[in-house]
């Protein structure tokens, strides 16, 4: 016989509990642009948002494919420089592998951020040999990622309200 497992309103209430457990609000107080210039502090940032995820799901084993990372990859890019303030696609990959354990090549990966730029919502600064990224339309960036997060959880709570017919 299958264990009963919680129901779908049960895990959203431990999502959203999890995730305003650190002091946010209901509203996503979310701020764009910080410029923390240590990228060992992005990193330690990036492992507590990931620990606040896999706390509120009733299981221990998450993991993206890369396949997820590719469909998602401008809200991810989007998140990512958001954290760092301005960043380089050089410690994007990084990020993207150190969180995720994707590995996606560069052809994968400039082409979108490239794509971000001509789109007006990243600007780019040209370095001596890199180019930084940094958010230009905020507006967008939280609209994007609002409606992305939406999608994703109802798929999940559709999927979820599911399994007990299985």
Do not use: C, W
């Not at 002091?23 to 990228?39: H, R």
């Not at 890369?66 to 809200?75: G, Q, R, Y």
């Not at 380089?88 to 990084?94: C, P, T, W």
């Not at 354990?101 to 400039?110: E, F």
């Amino acid at each position: 016989m299958r264990e009963q497992s919680p129901n779908t309103k049960s895990v959203l209430e431990q999502f959203s509990s999890a995730a305003t457990a650190a002091g946010q609000s209901a509203q996503y107080d979310i701020t764009i642009g910080t410029t923390k210039e240590d990228s060992r502090a992005v990193e330690r940032e990036l492992d507590e948002l990931m620990a606040e995820v896999t706390s509120a799901l009733p299981t221990d084993d998450v993991q993206f494919d890369d396949a997820i990372i590719k469909e998602n990859l401008d809200e991810i890019l989007l998140m990512l420089i958001s954290l760092h303030g301005e960043t380089h696609g050089k410690e994007l990959l990084s990020d993207l592998t150190h969180l995720f354990g994707a590995q996606l090549s560069p052809g994968t990966v400039y082409p979108s951020l490239h794509e971000l730029e001509d789109e007006g919502v990243l600007s780019m600064h040209a370095k001596v040999r890199t180019k930084e990224y940094a958010i230009a339309d905020e507006d967008y960036v939280r609209t994007t990622v609002e409606q992305t997060m939406l999608q994703h959880l109802a798929f999940g709570l559709l999927l979820y309200a599911f399994l007990p017919r299985l």
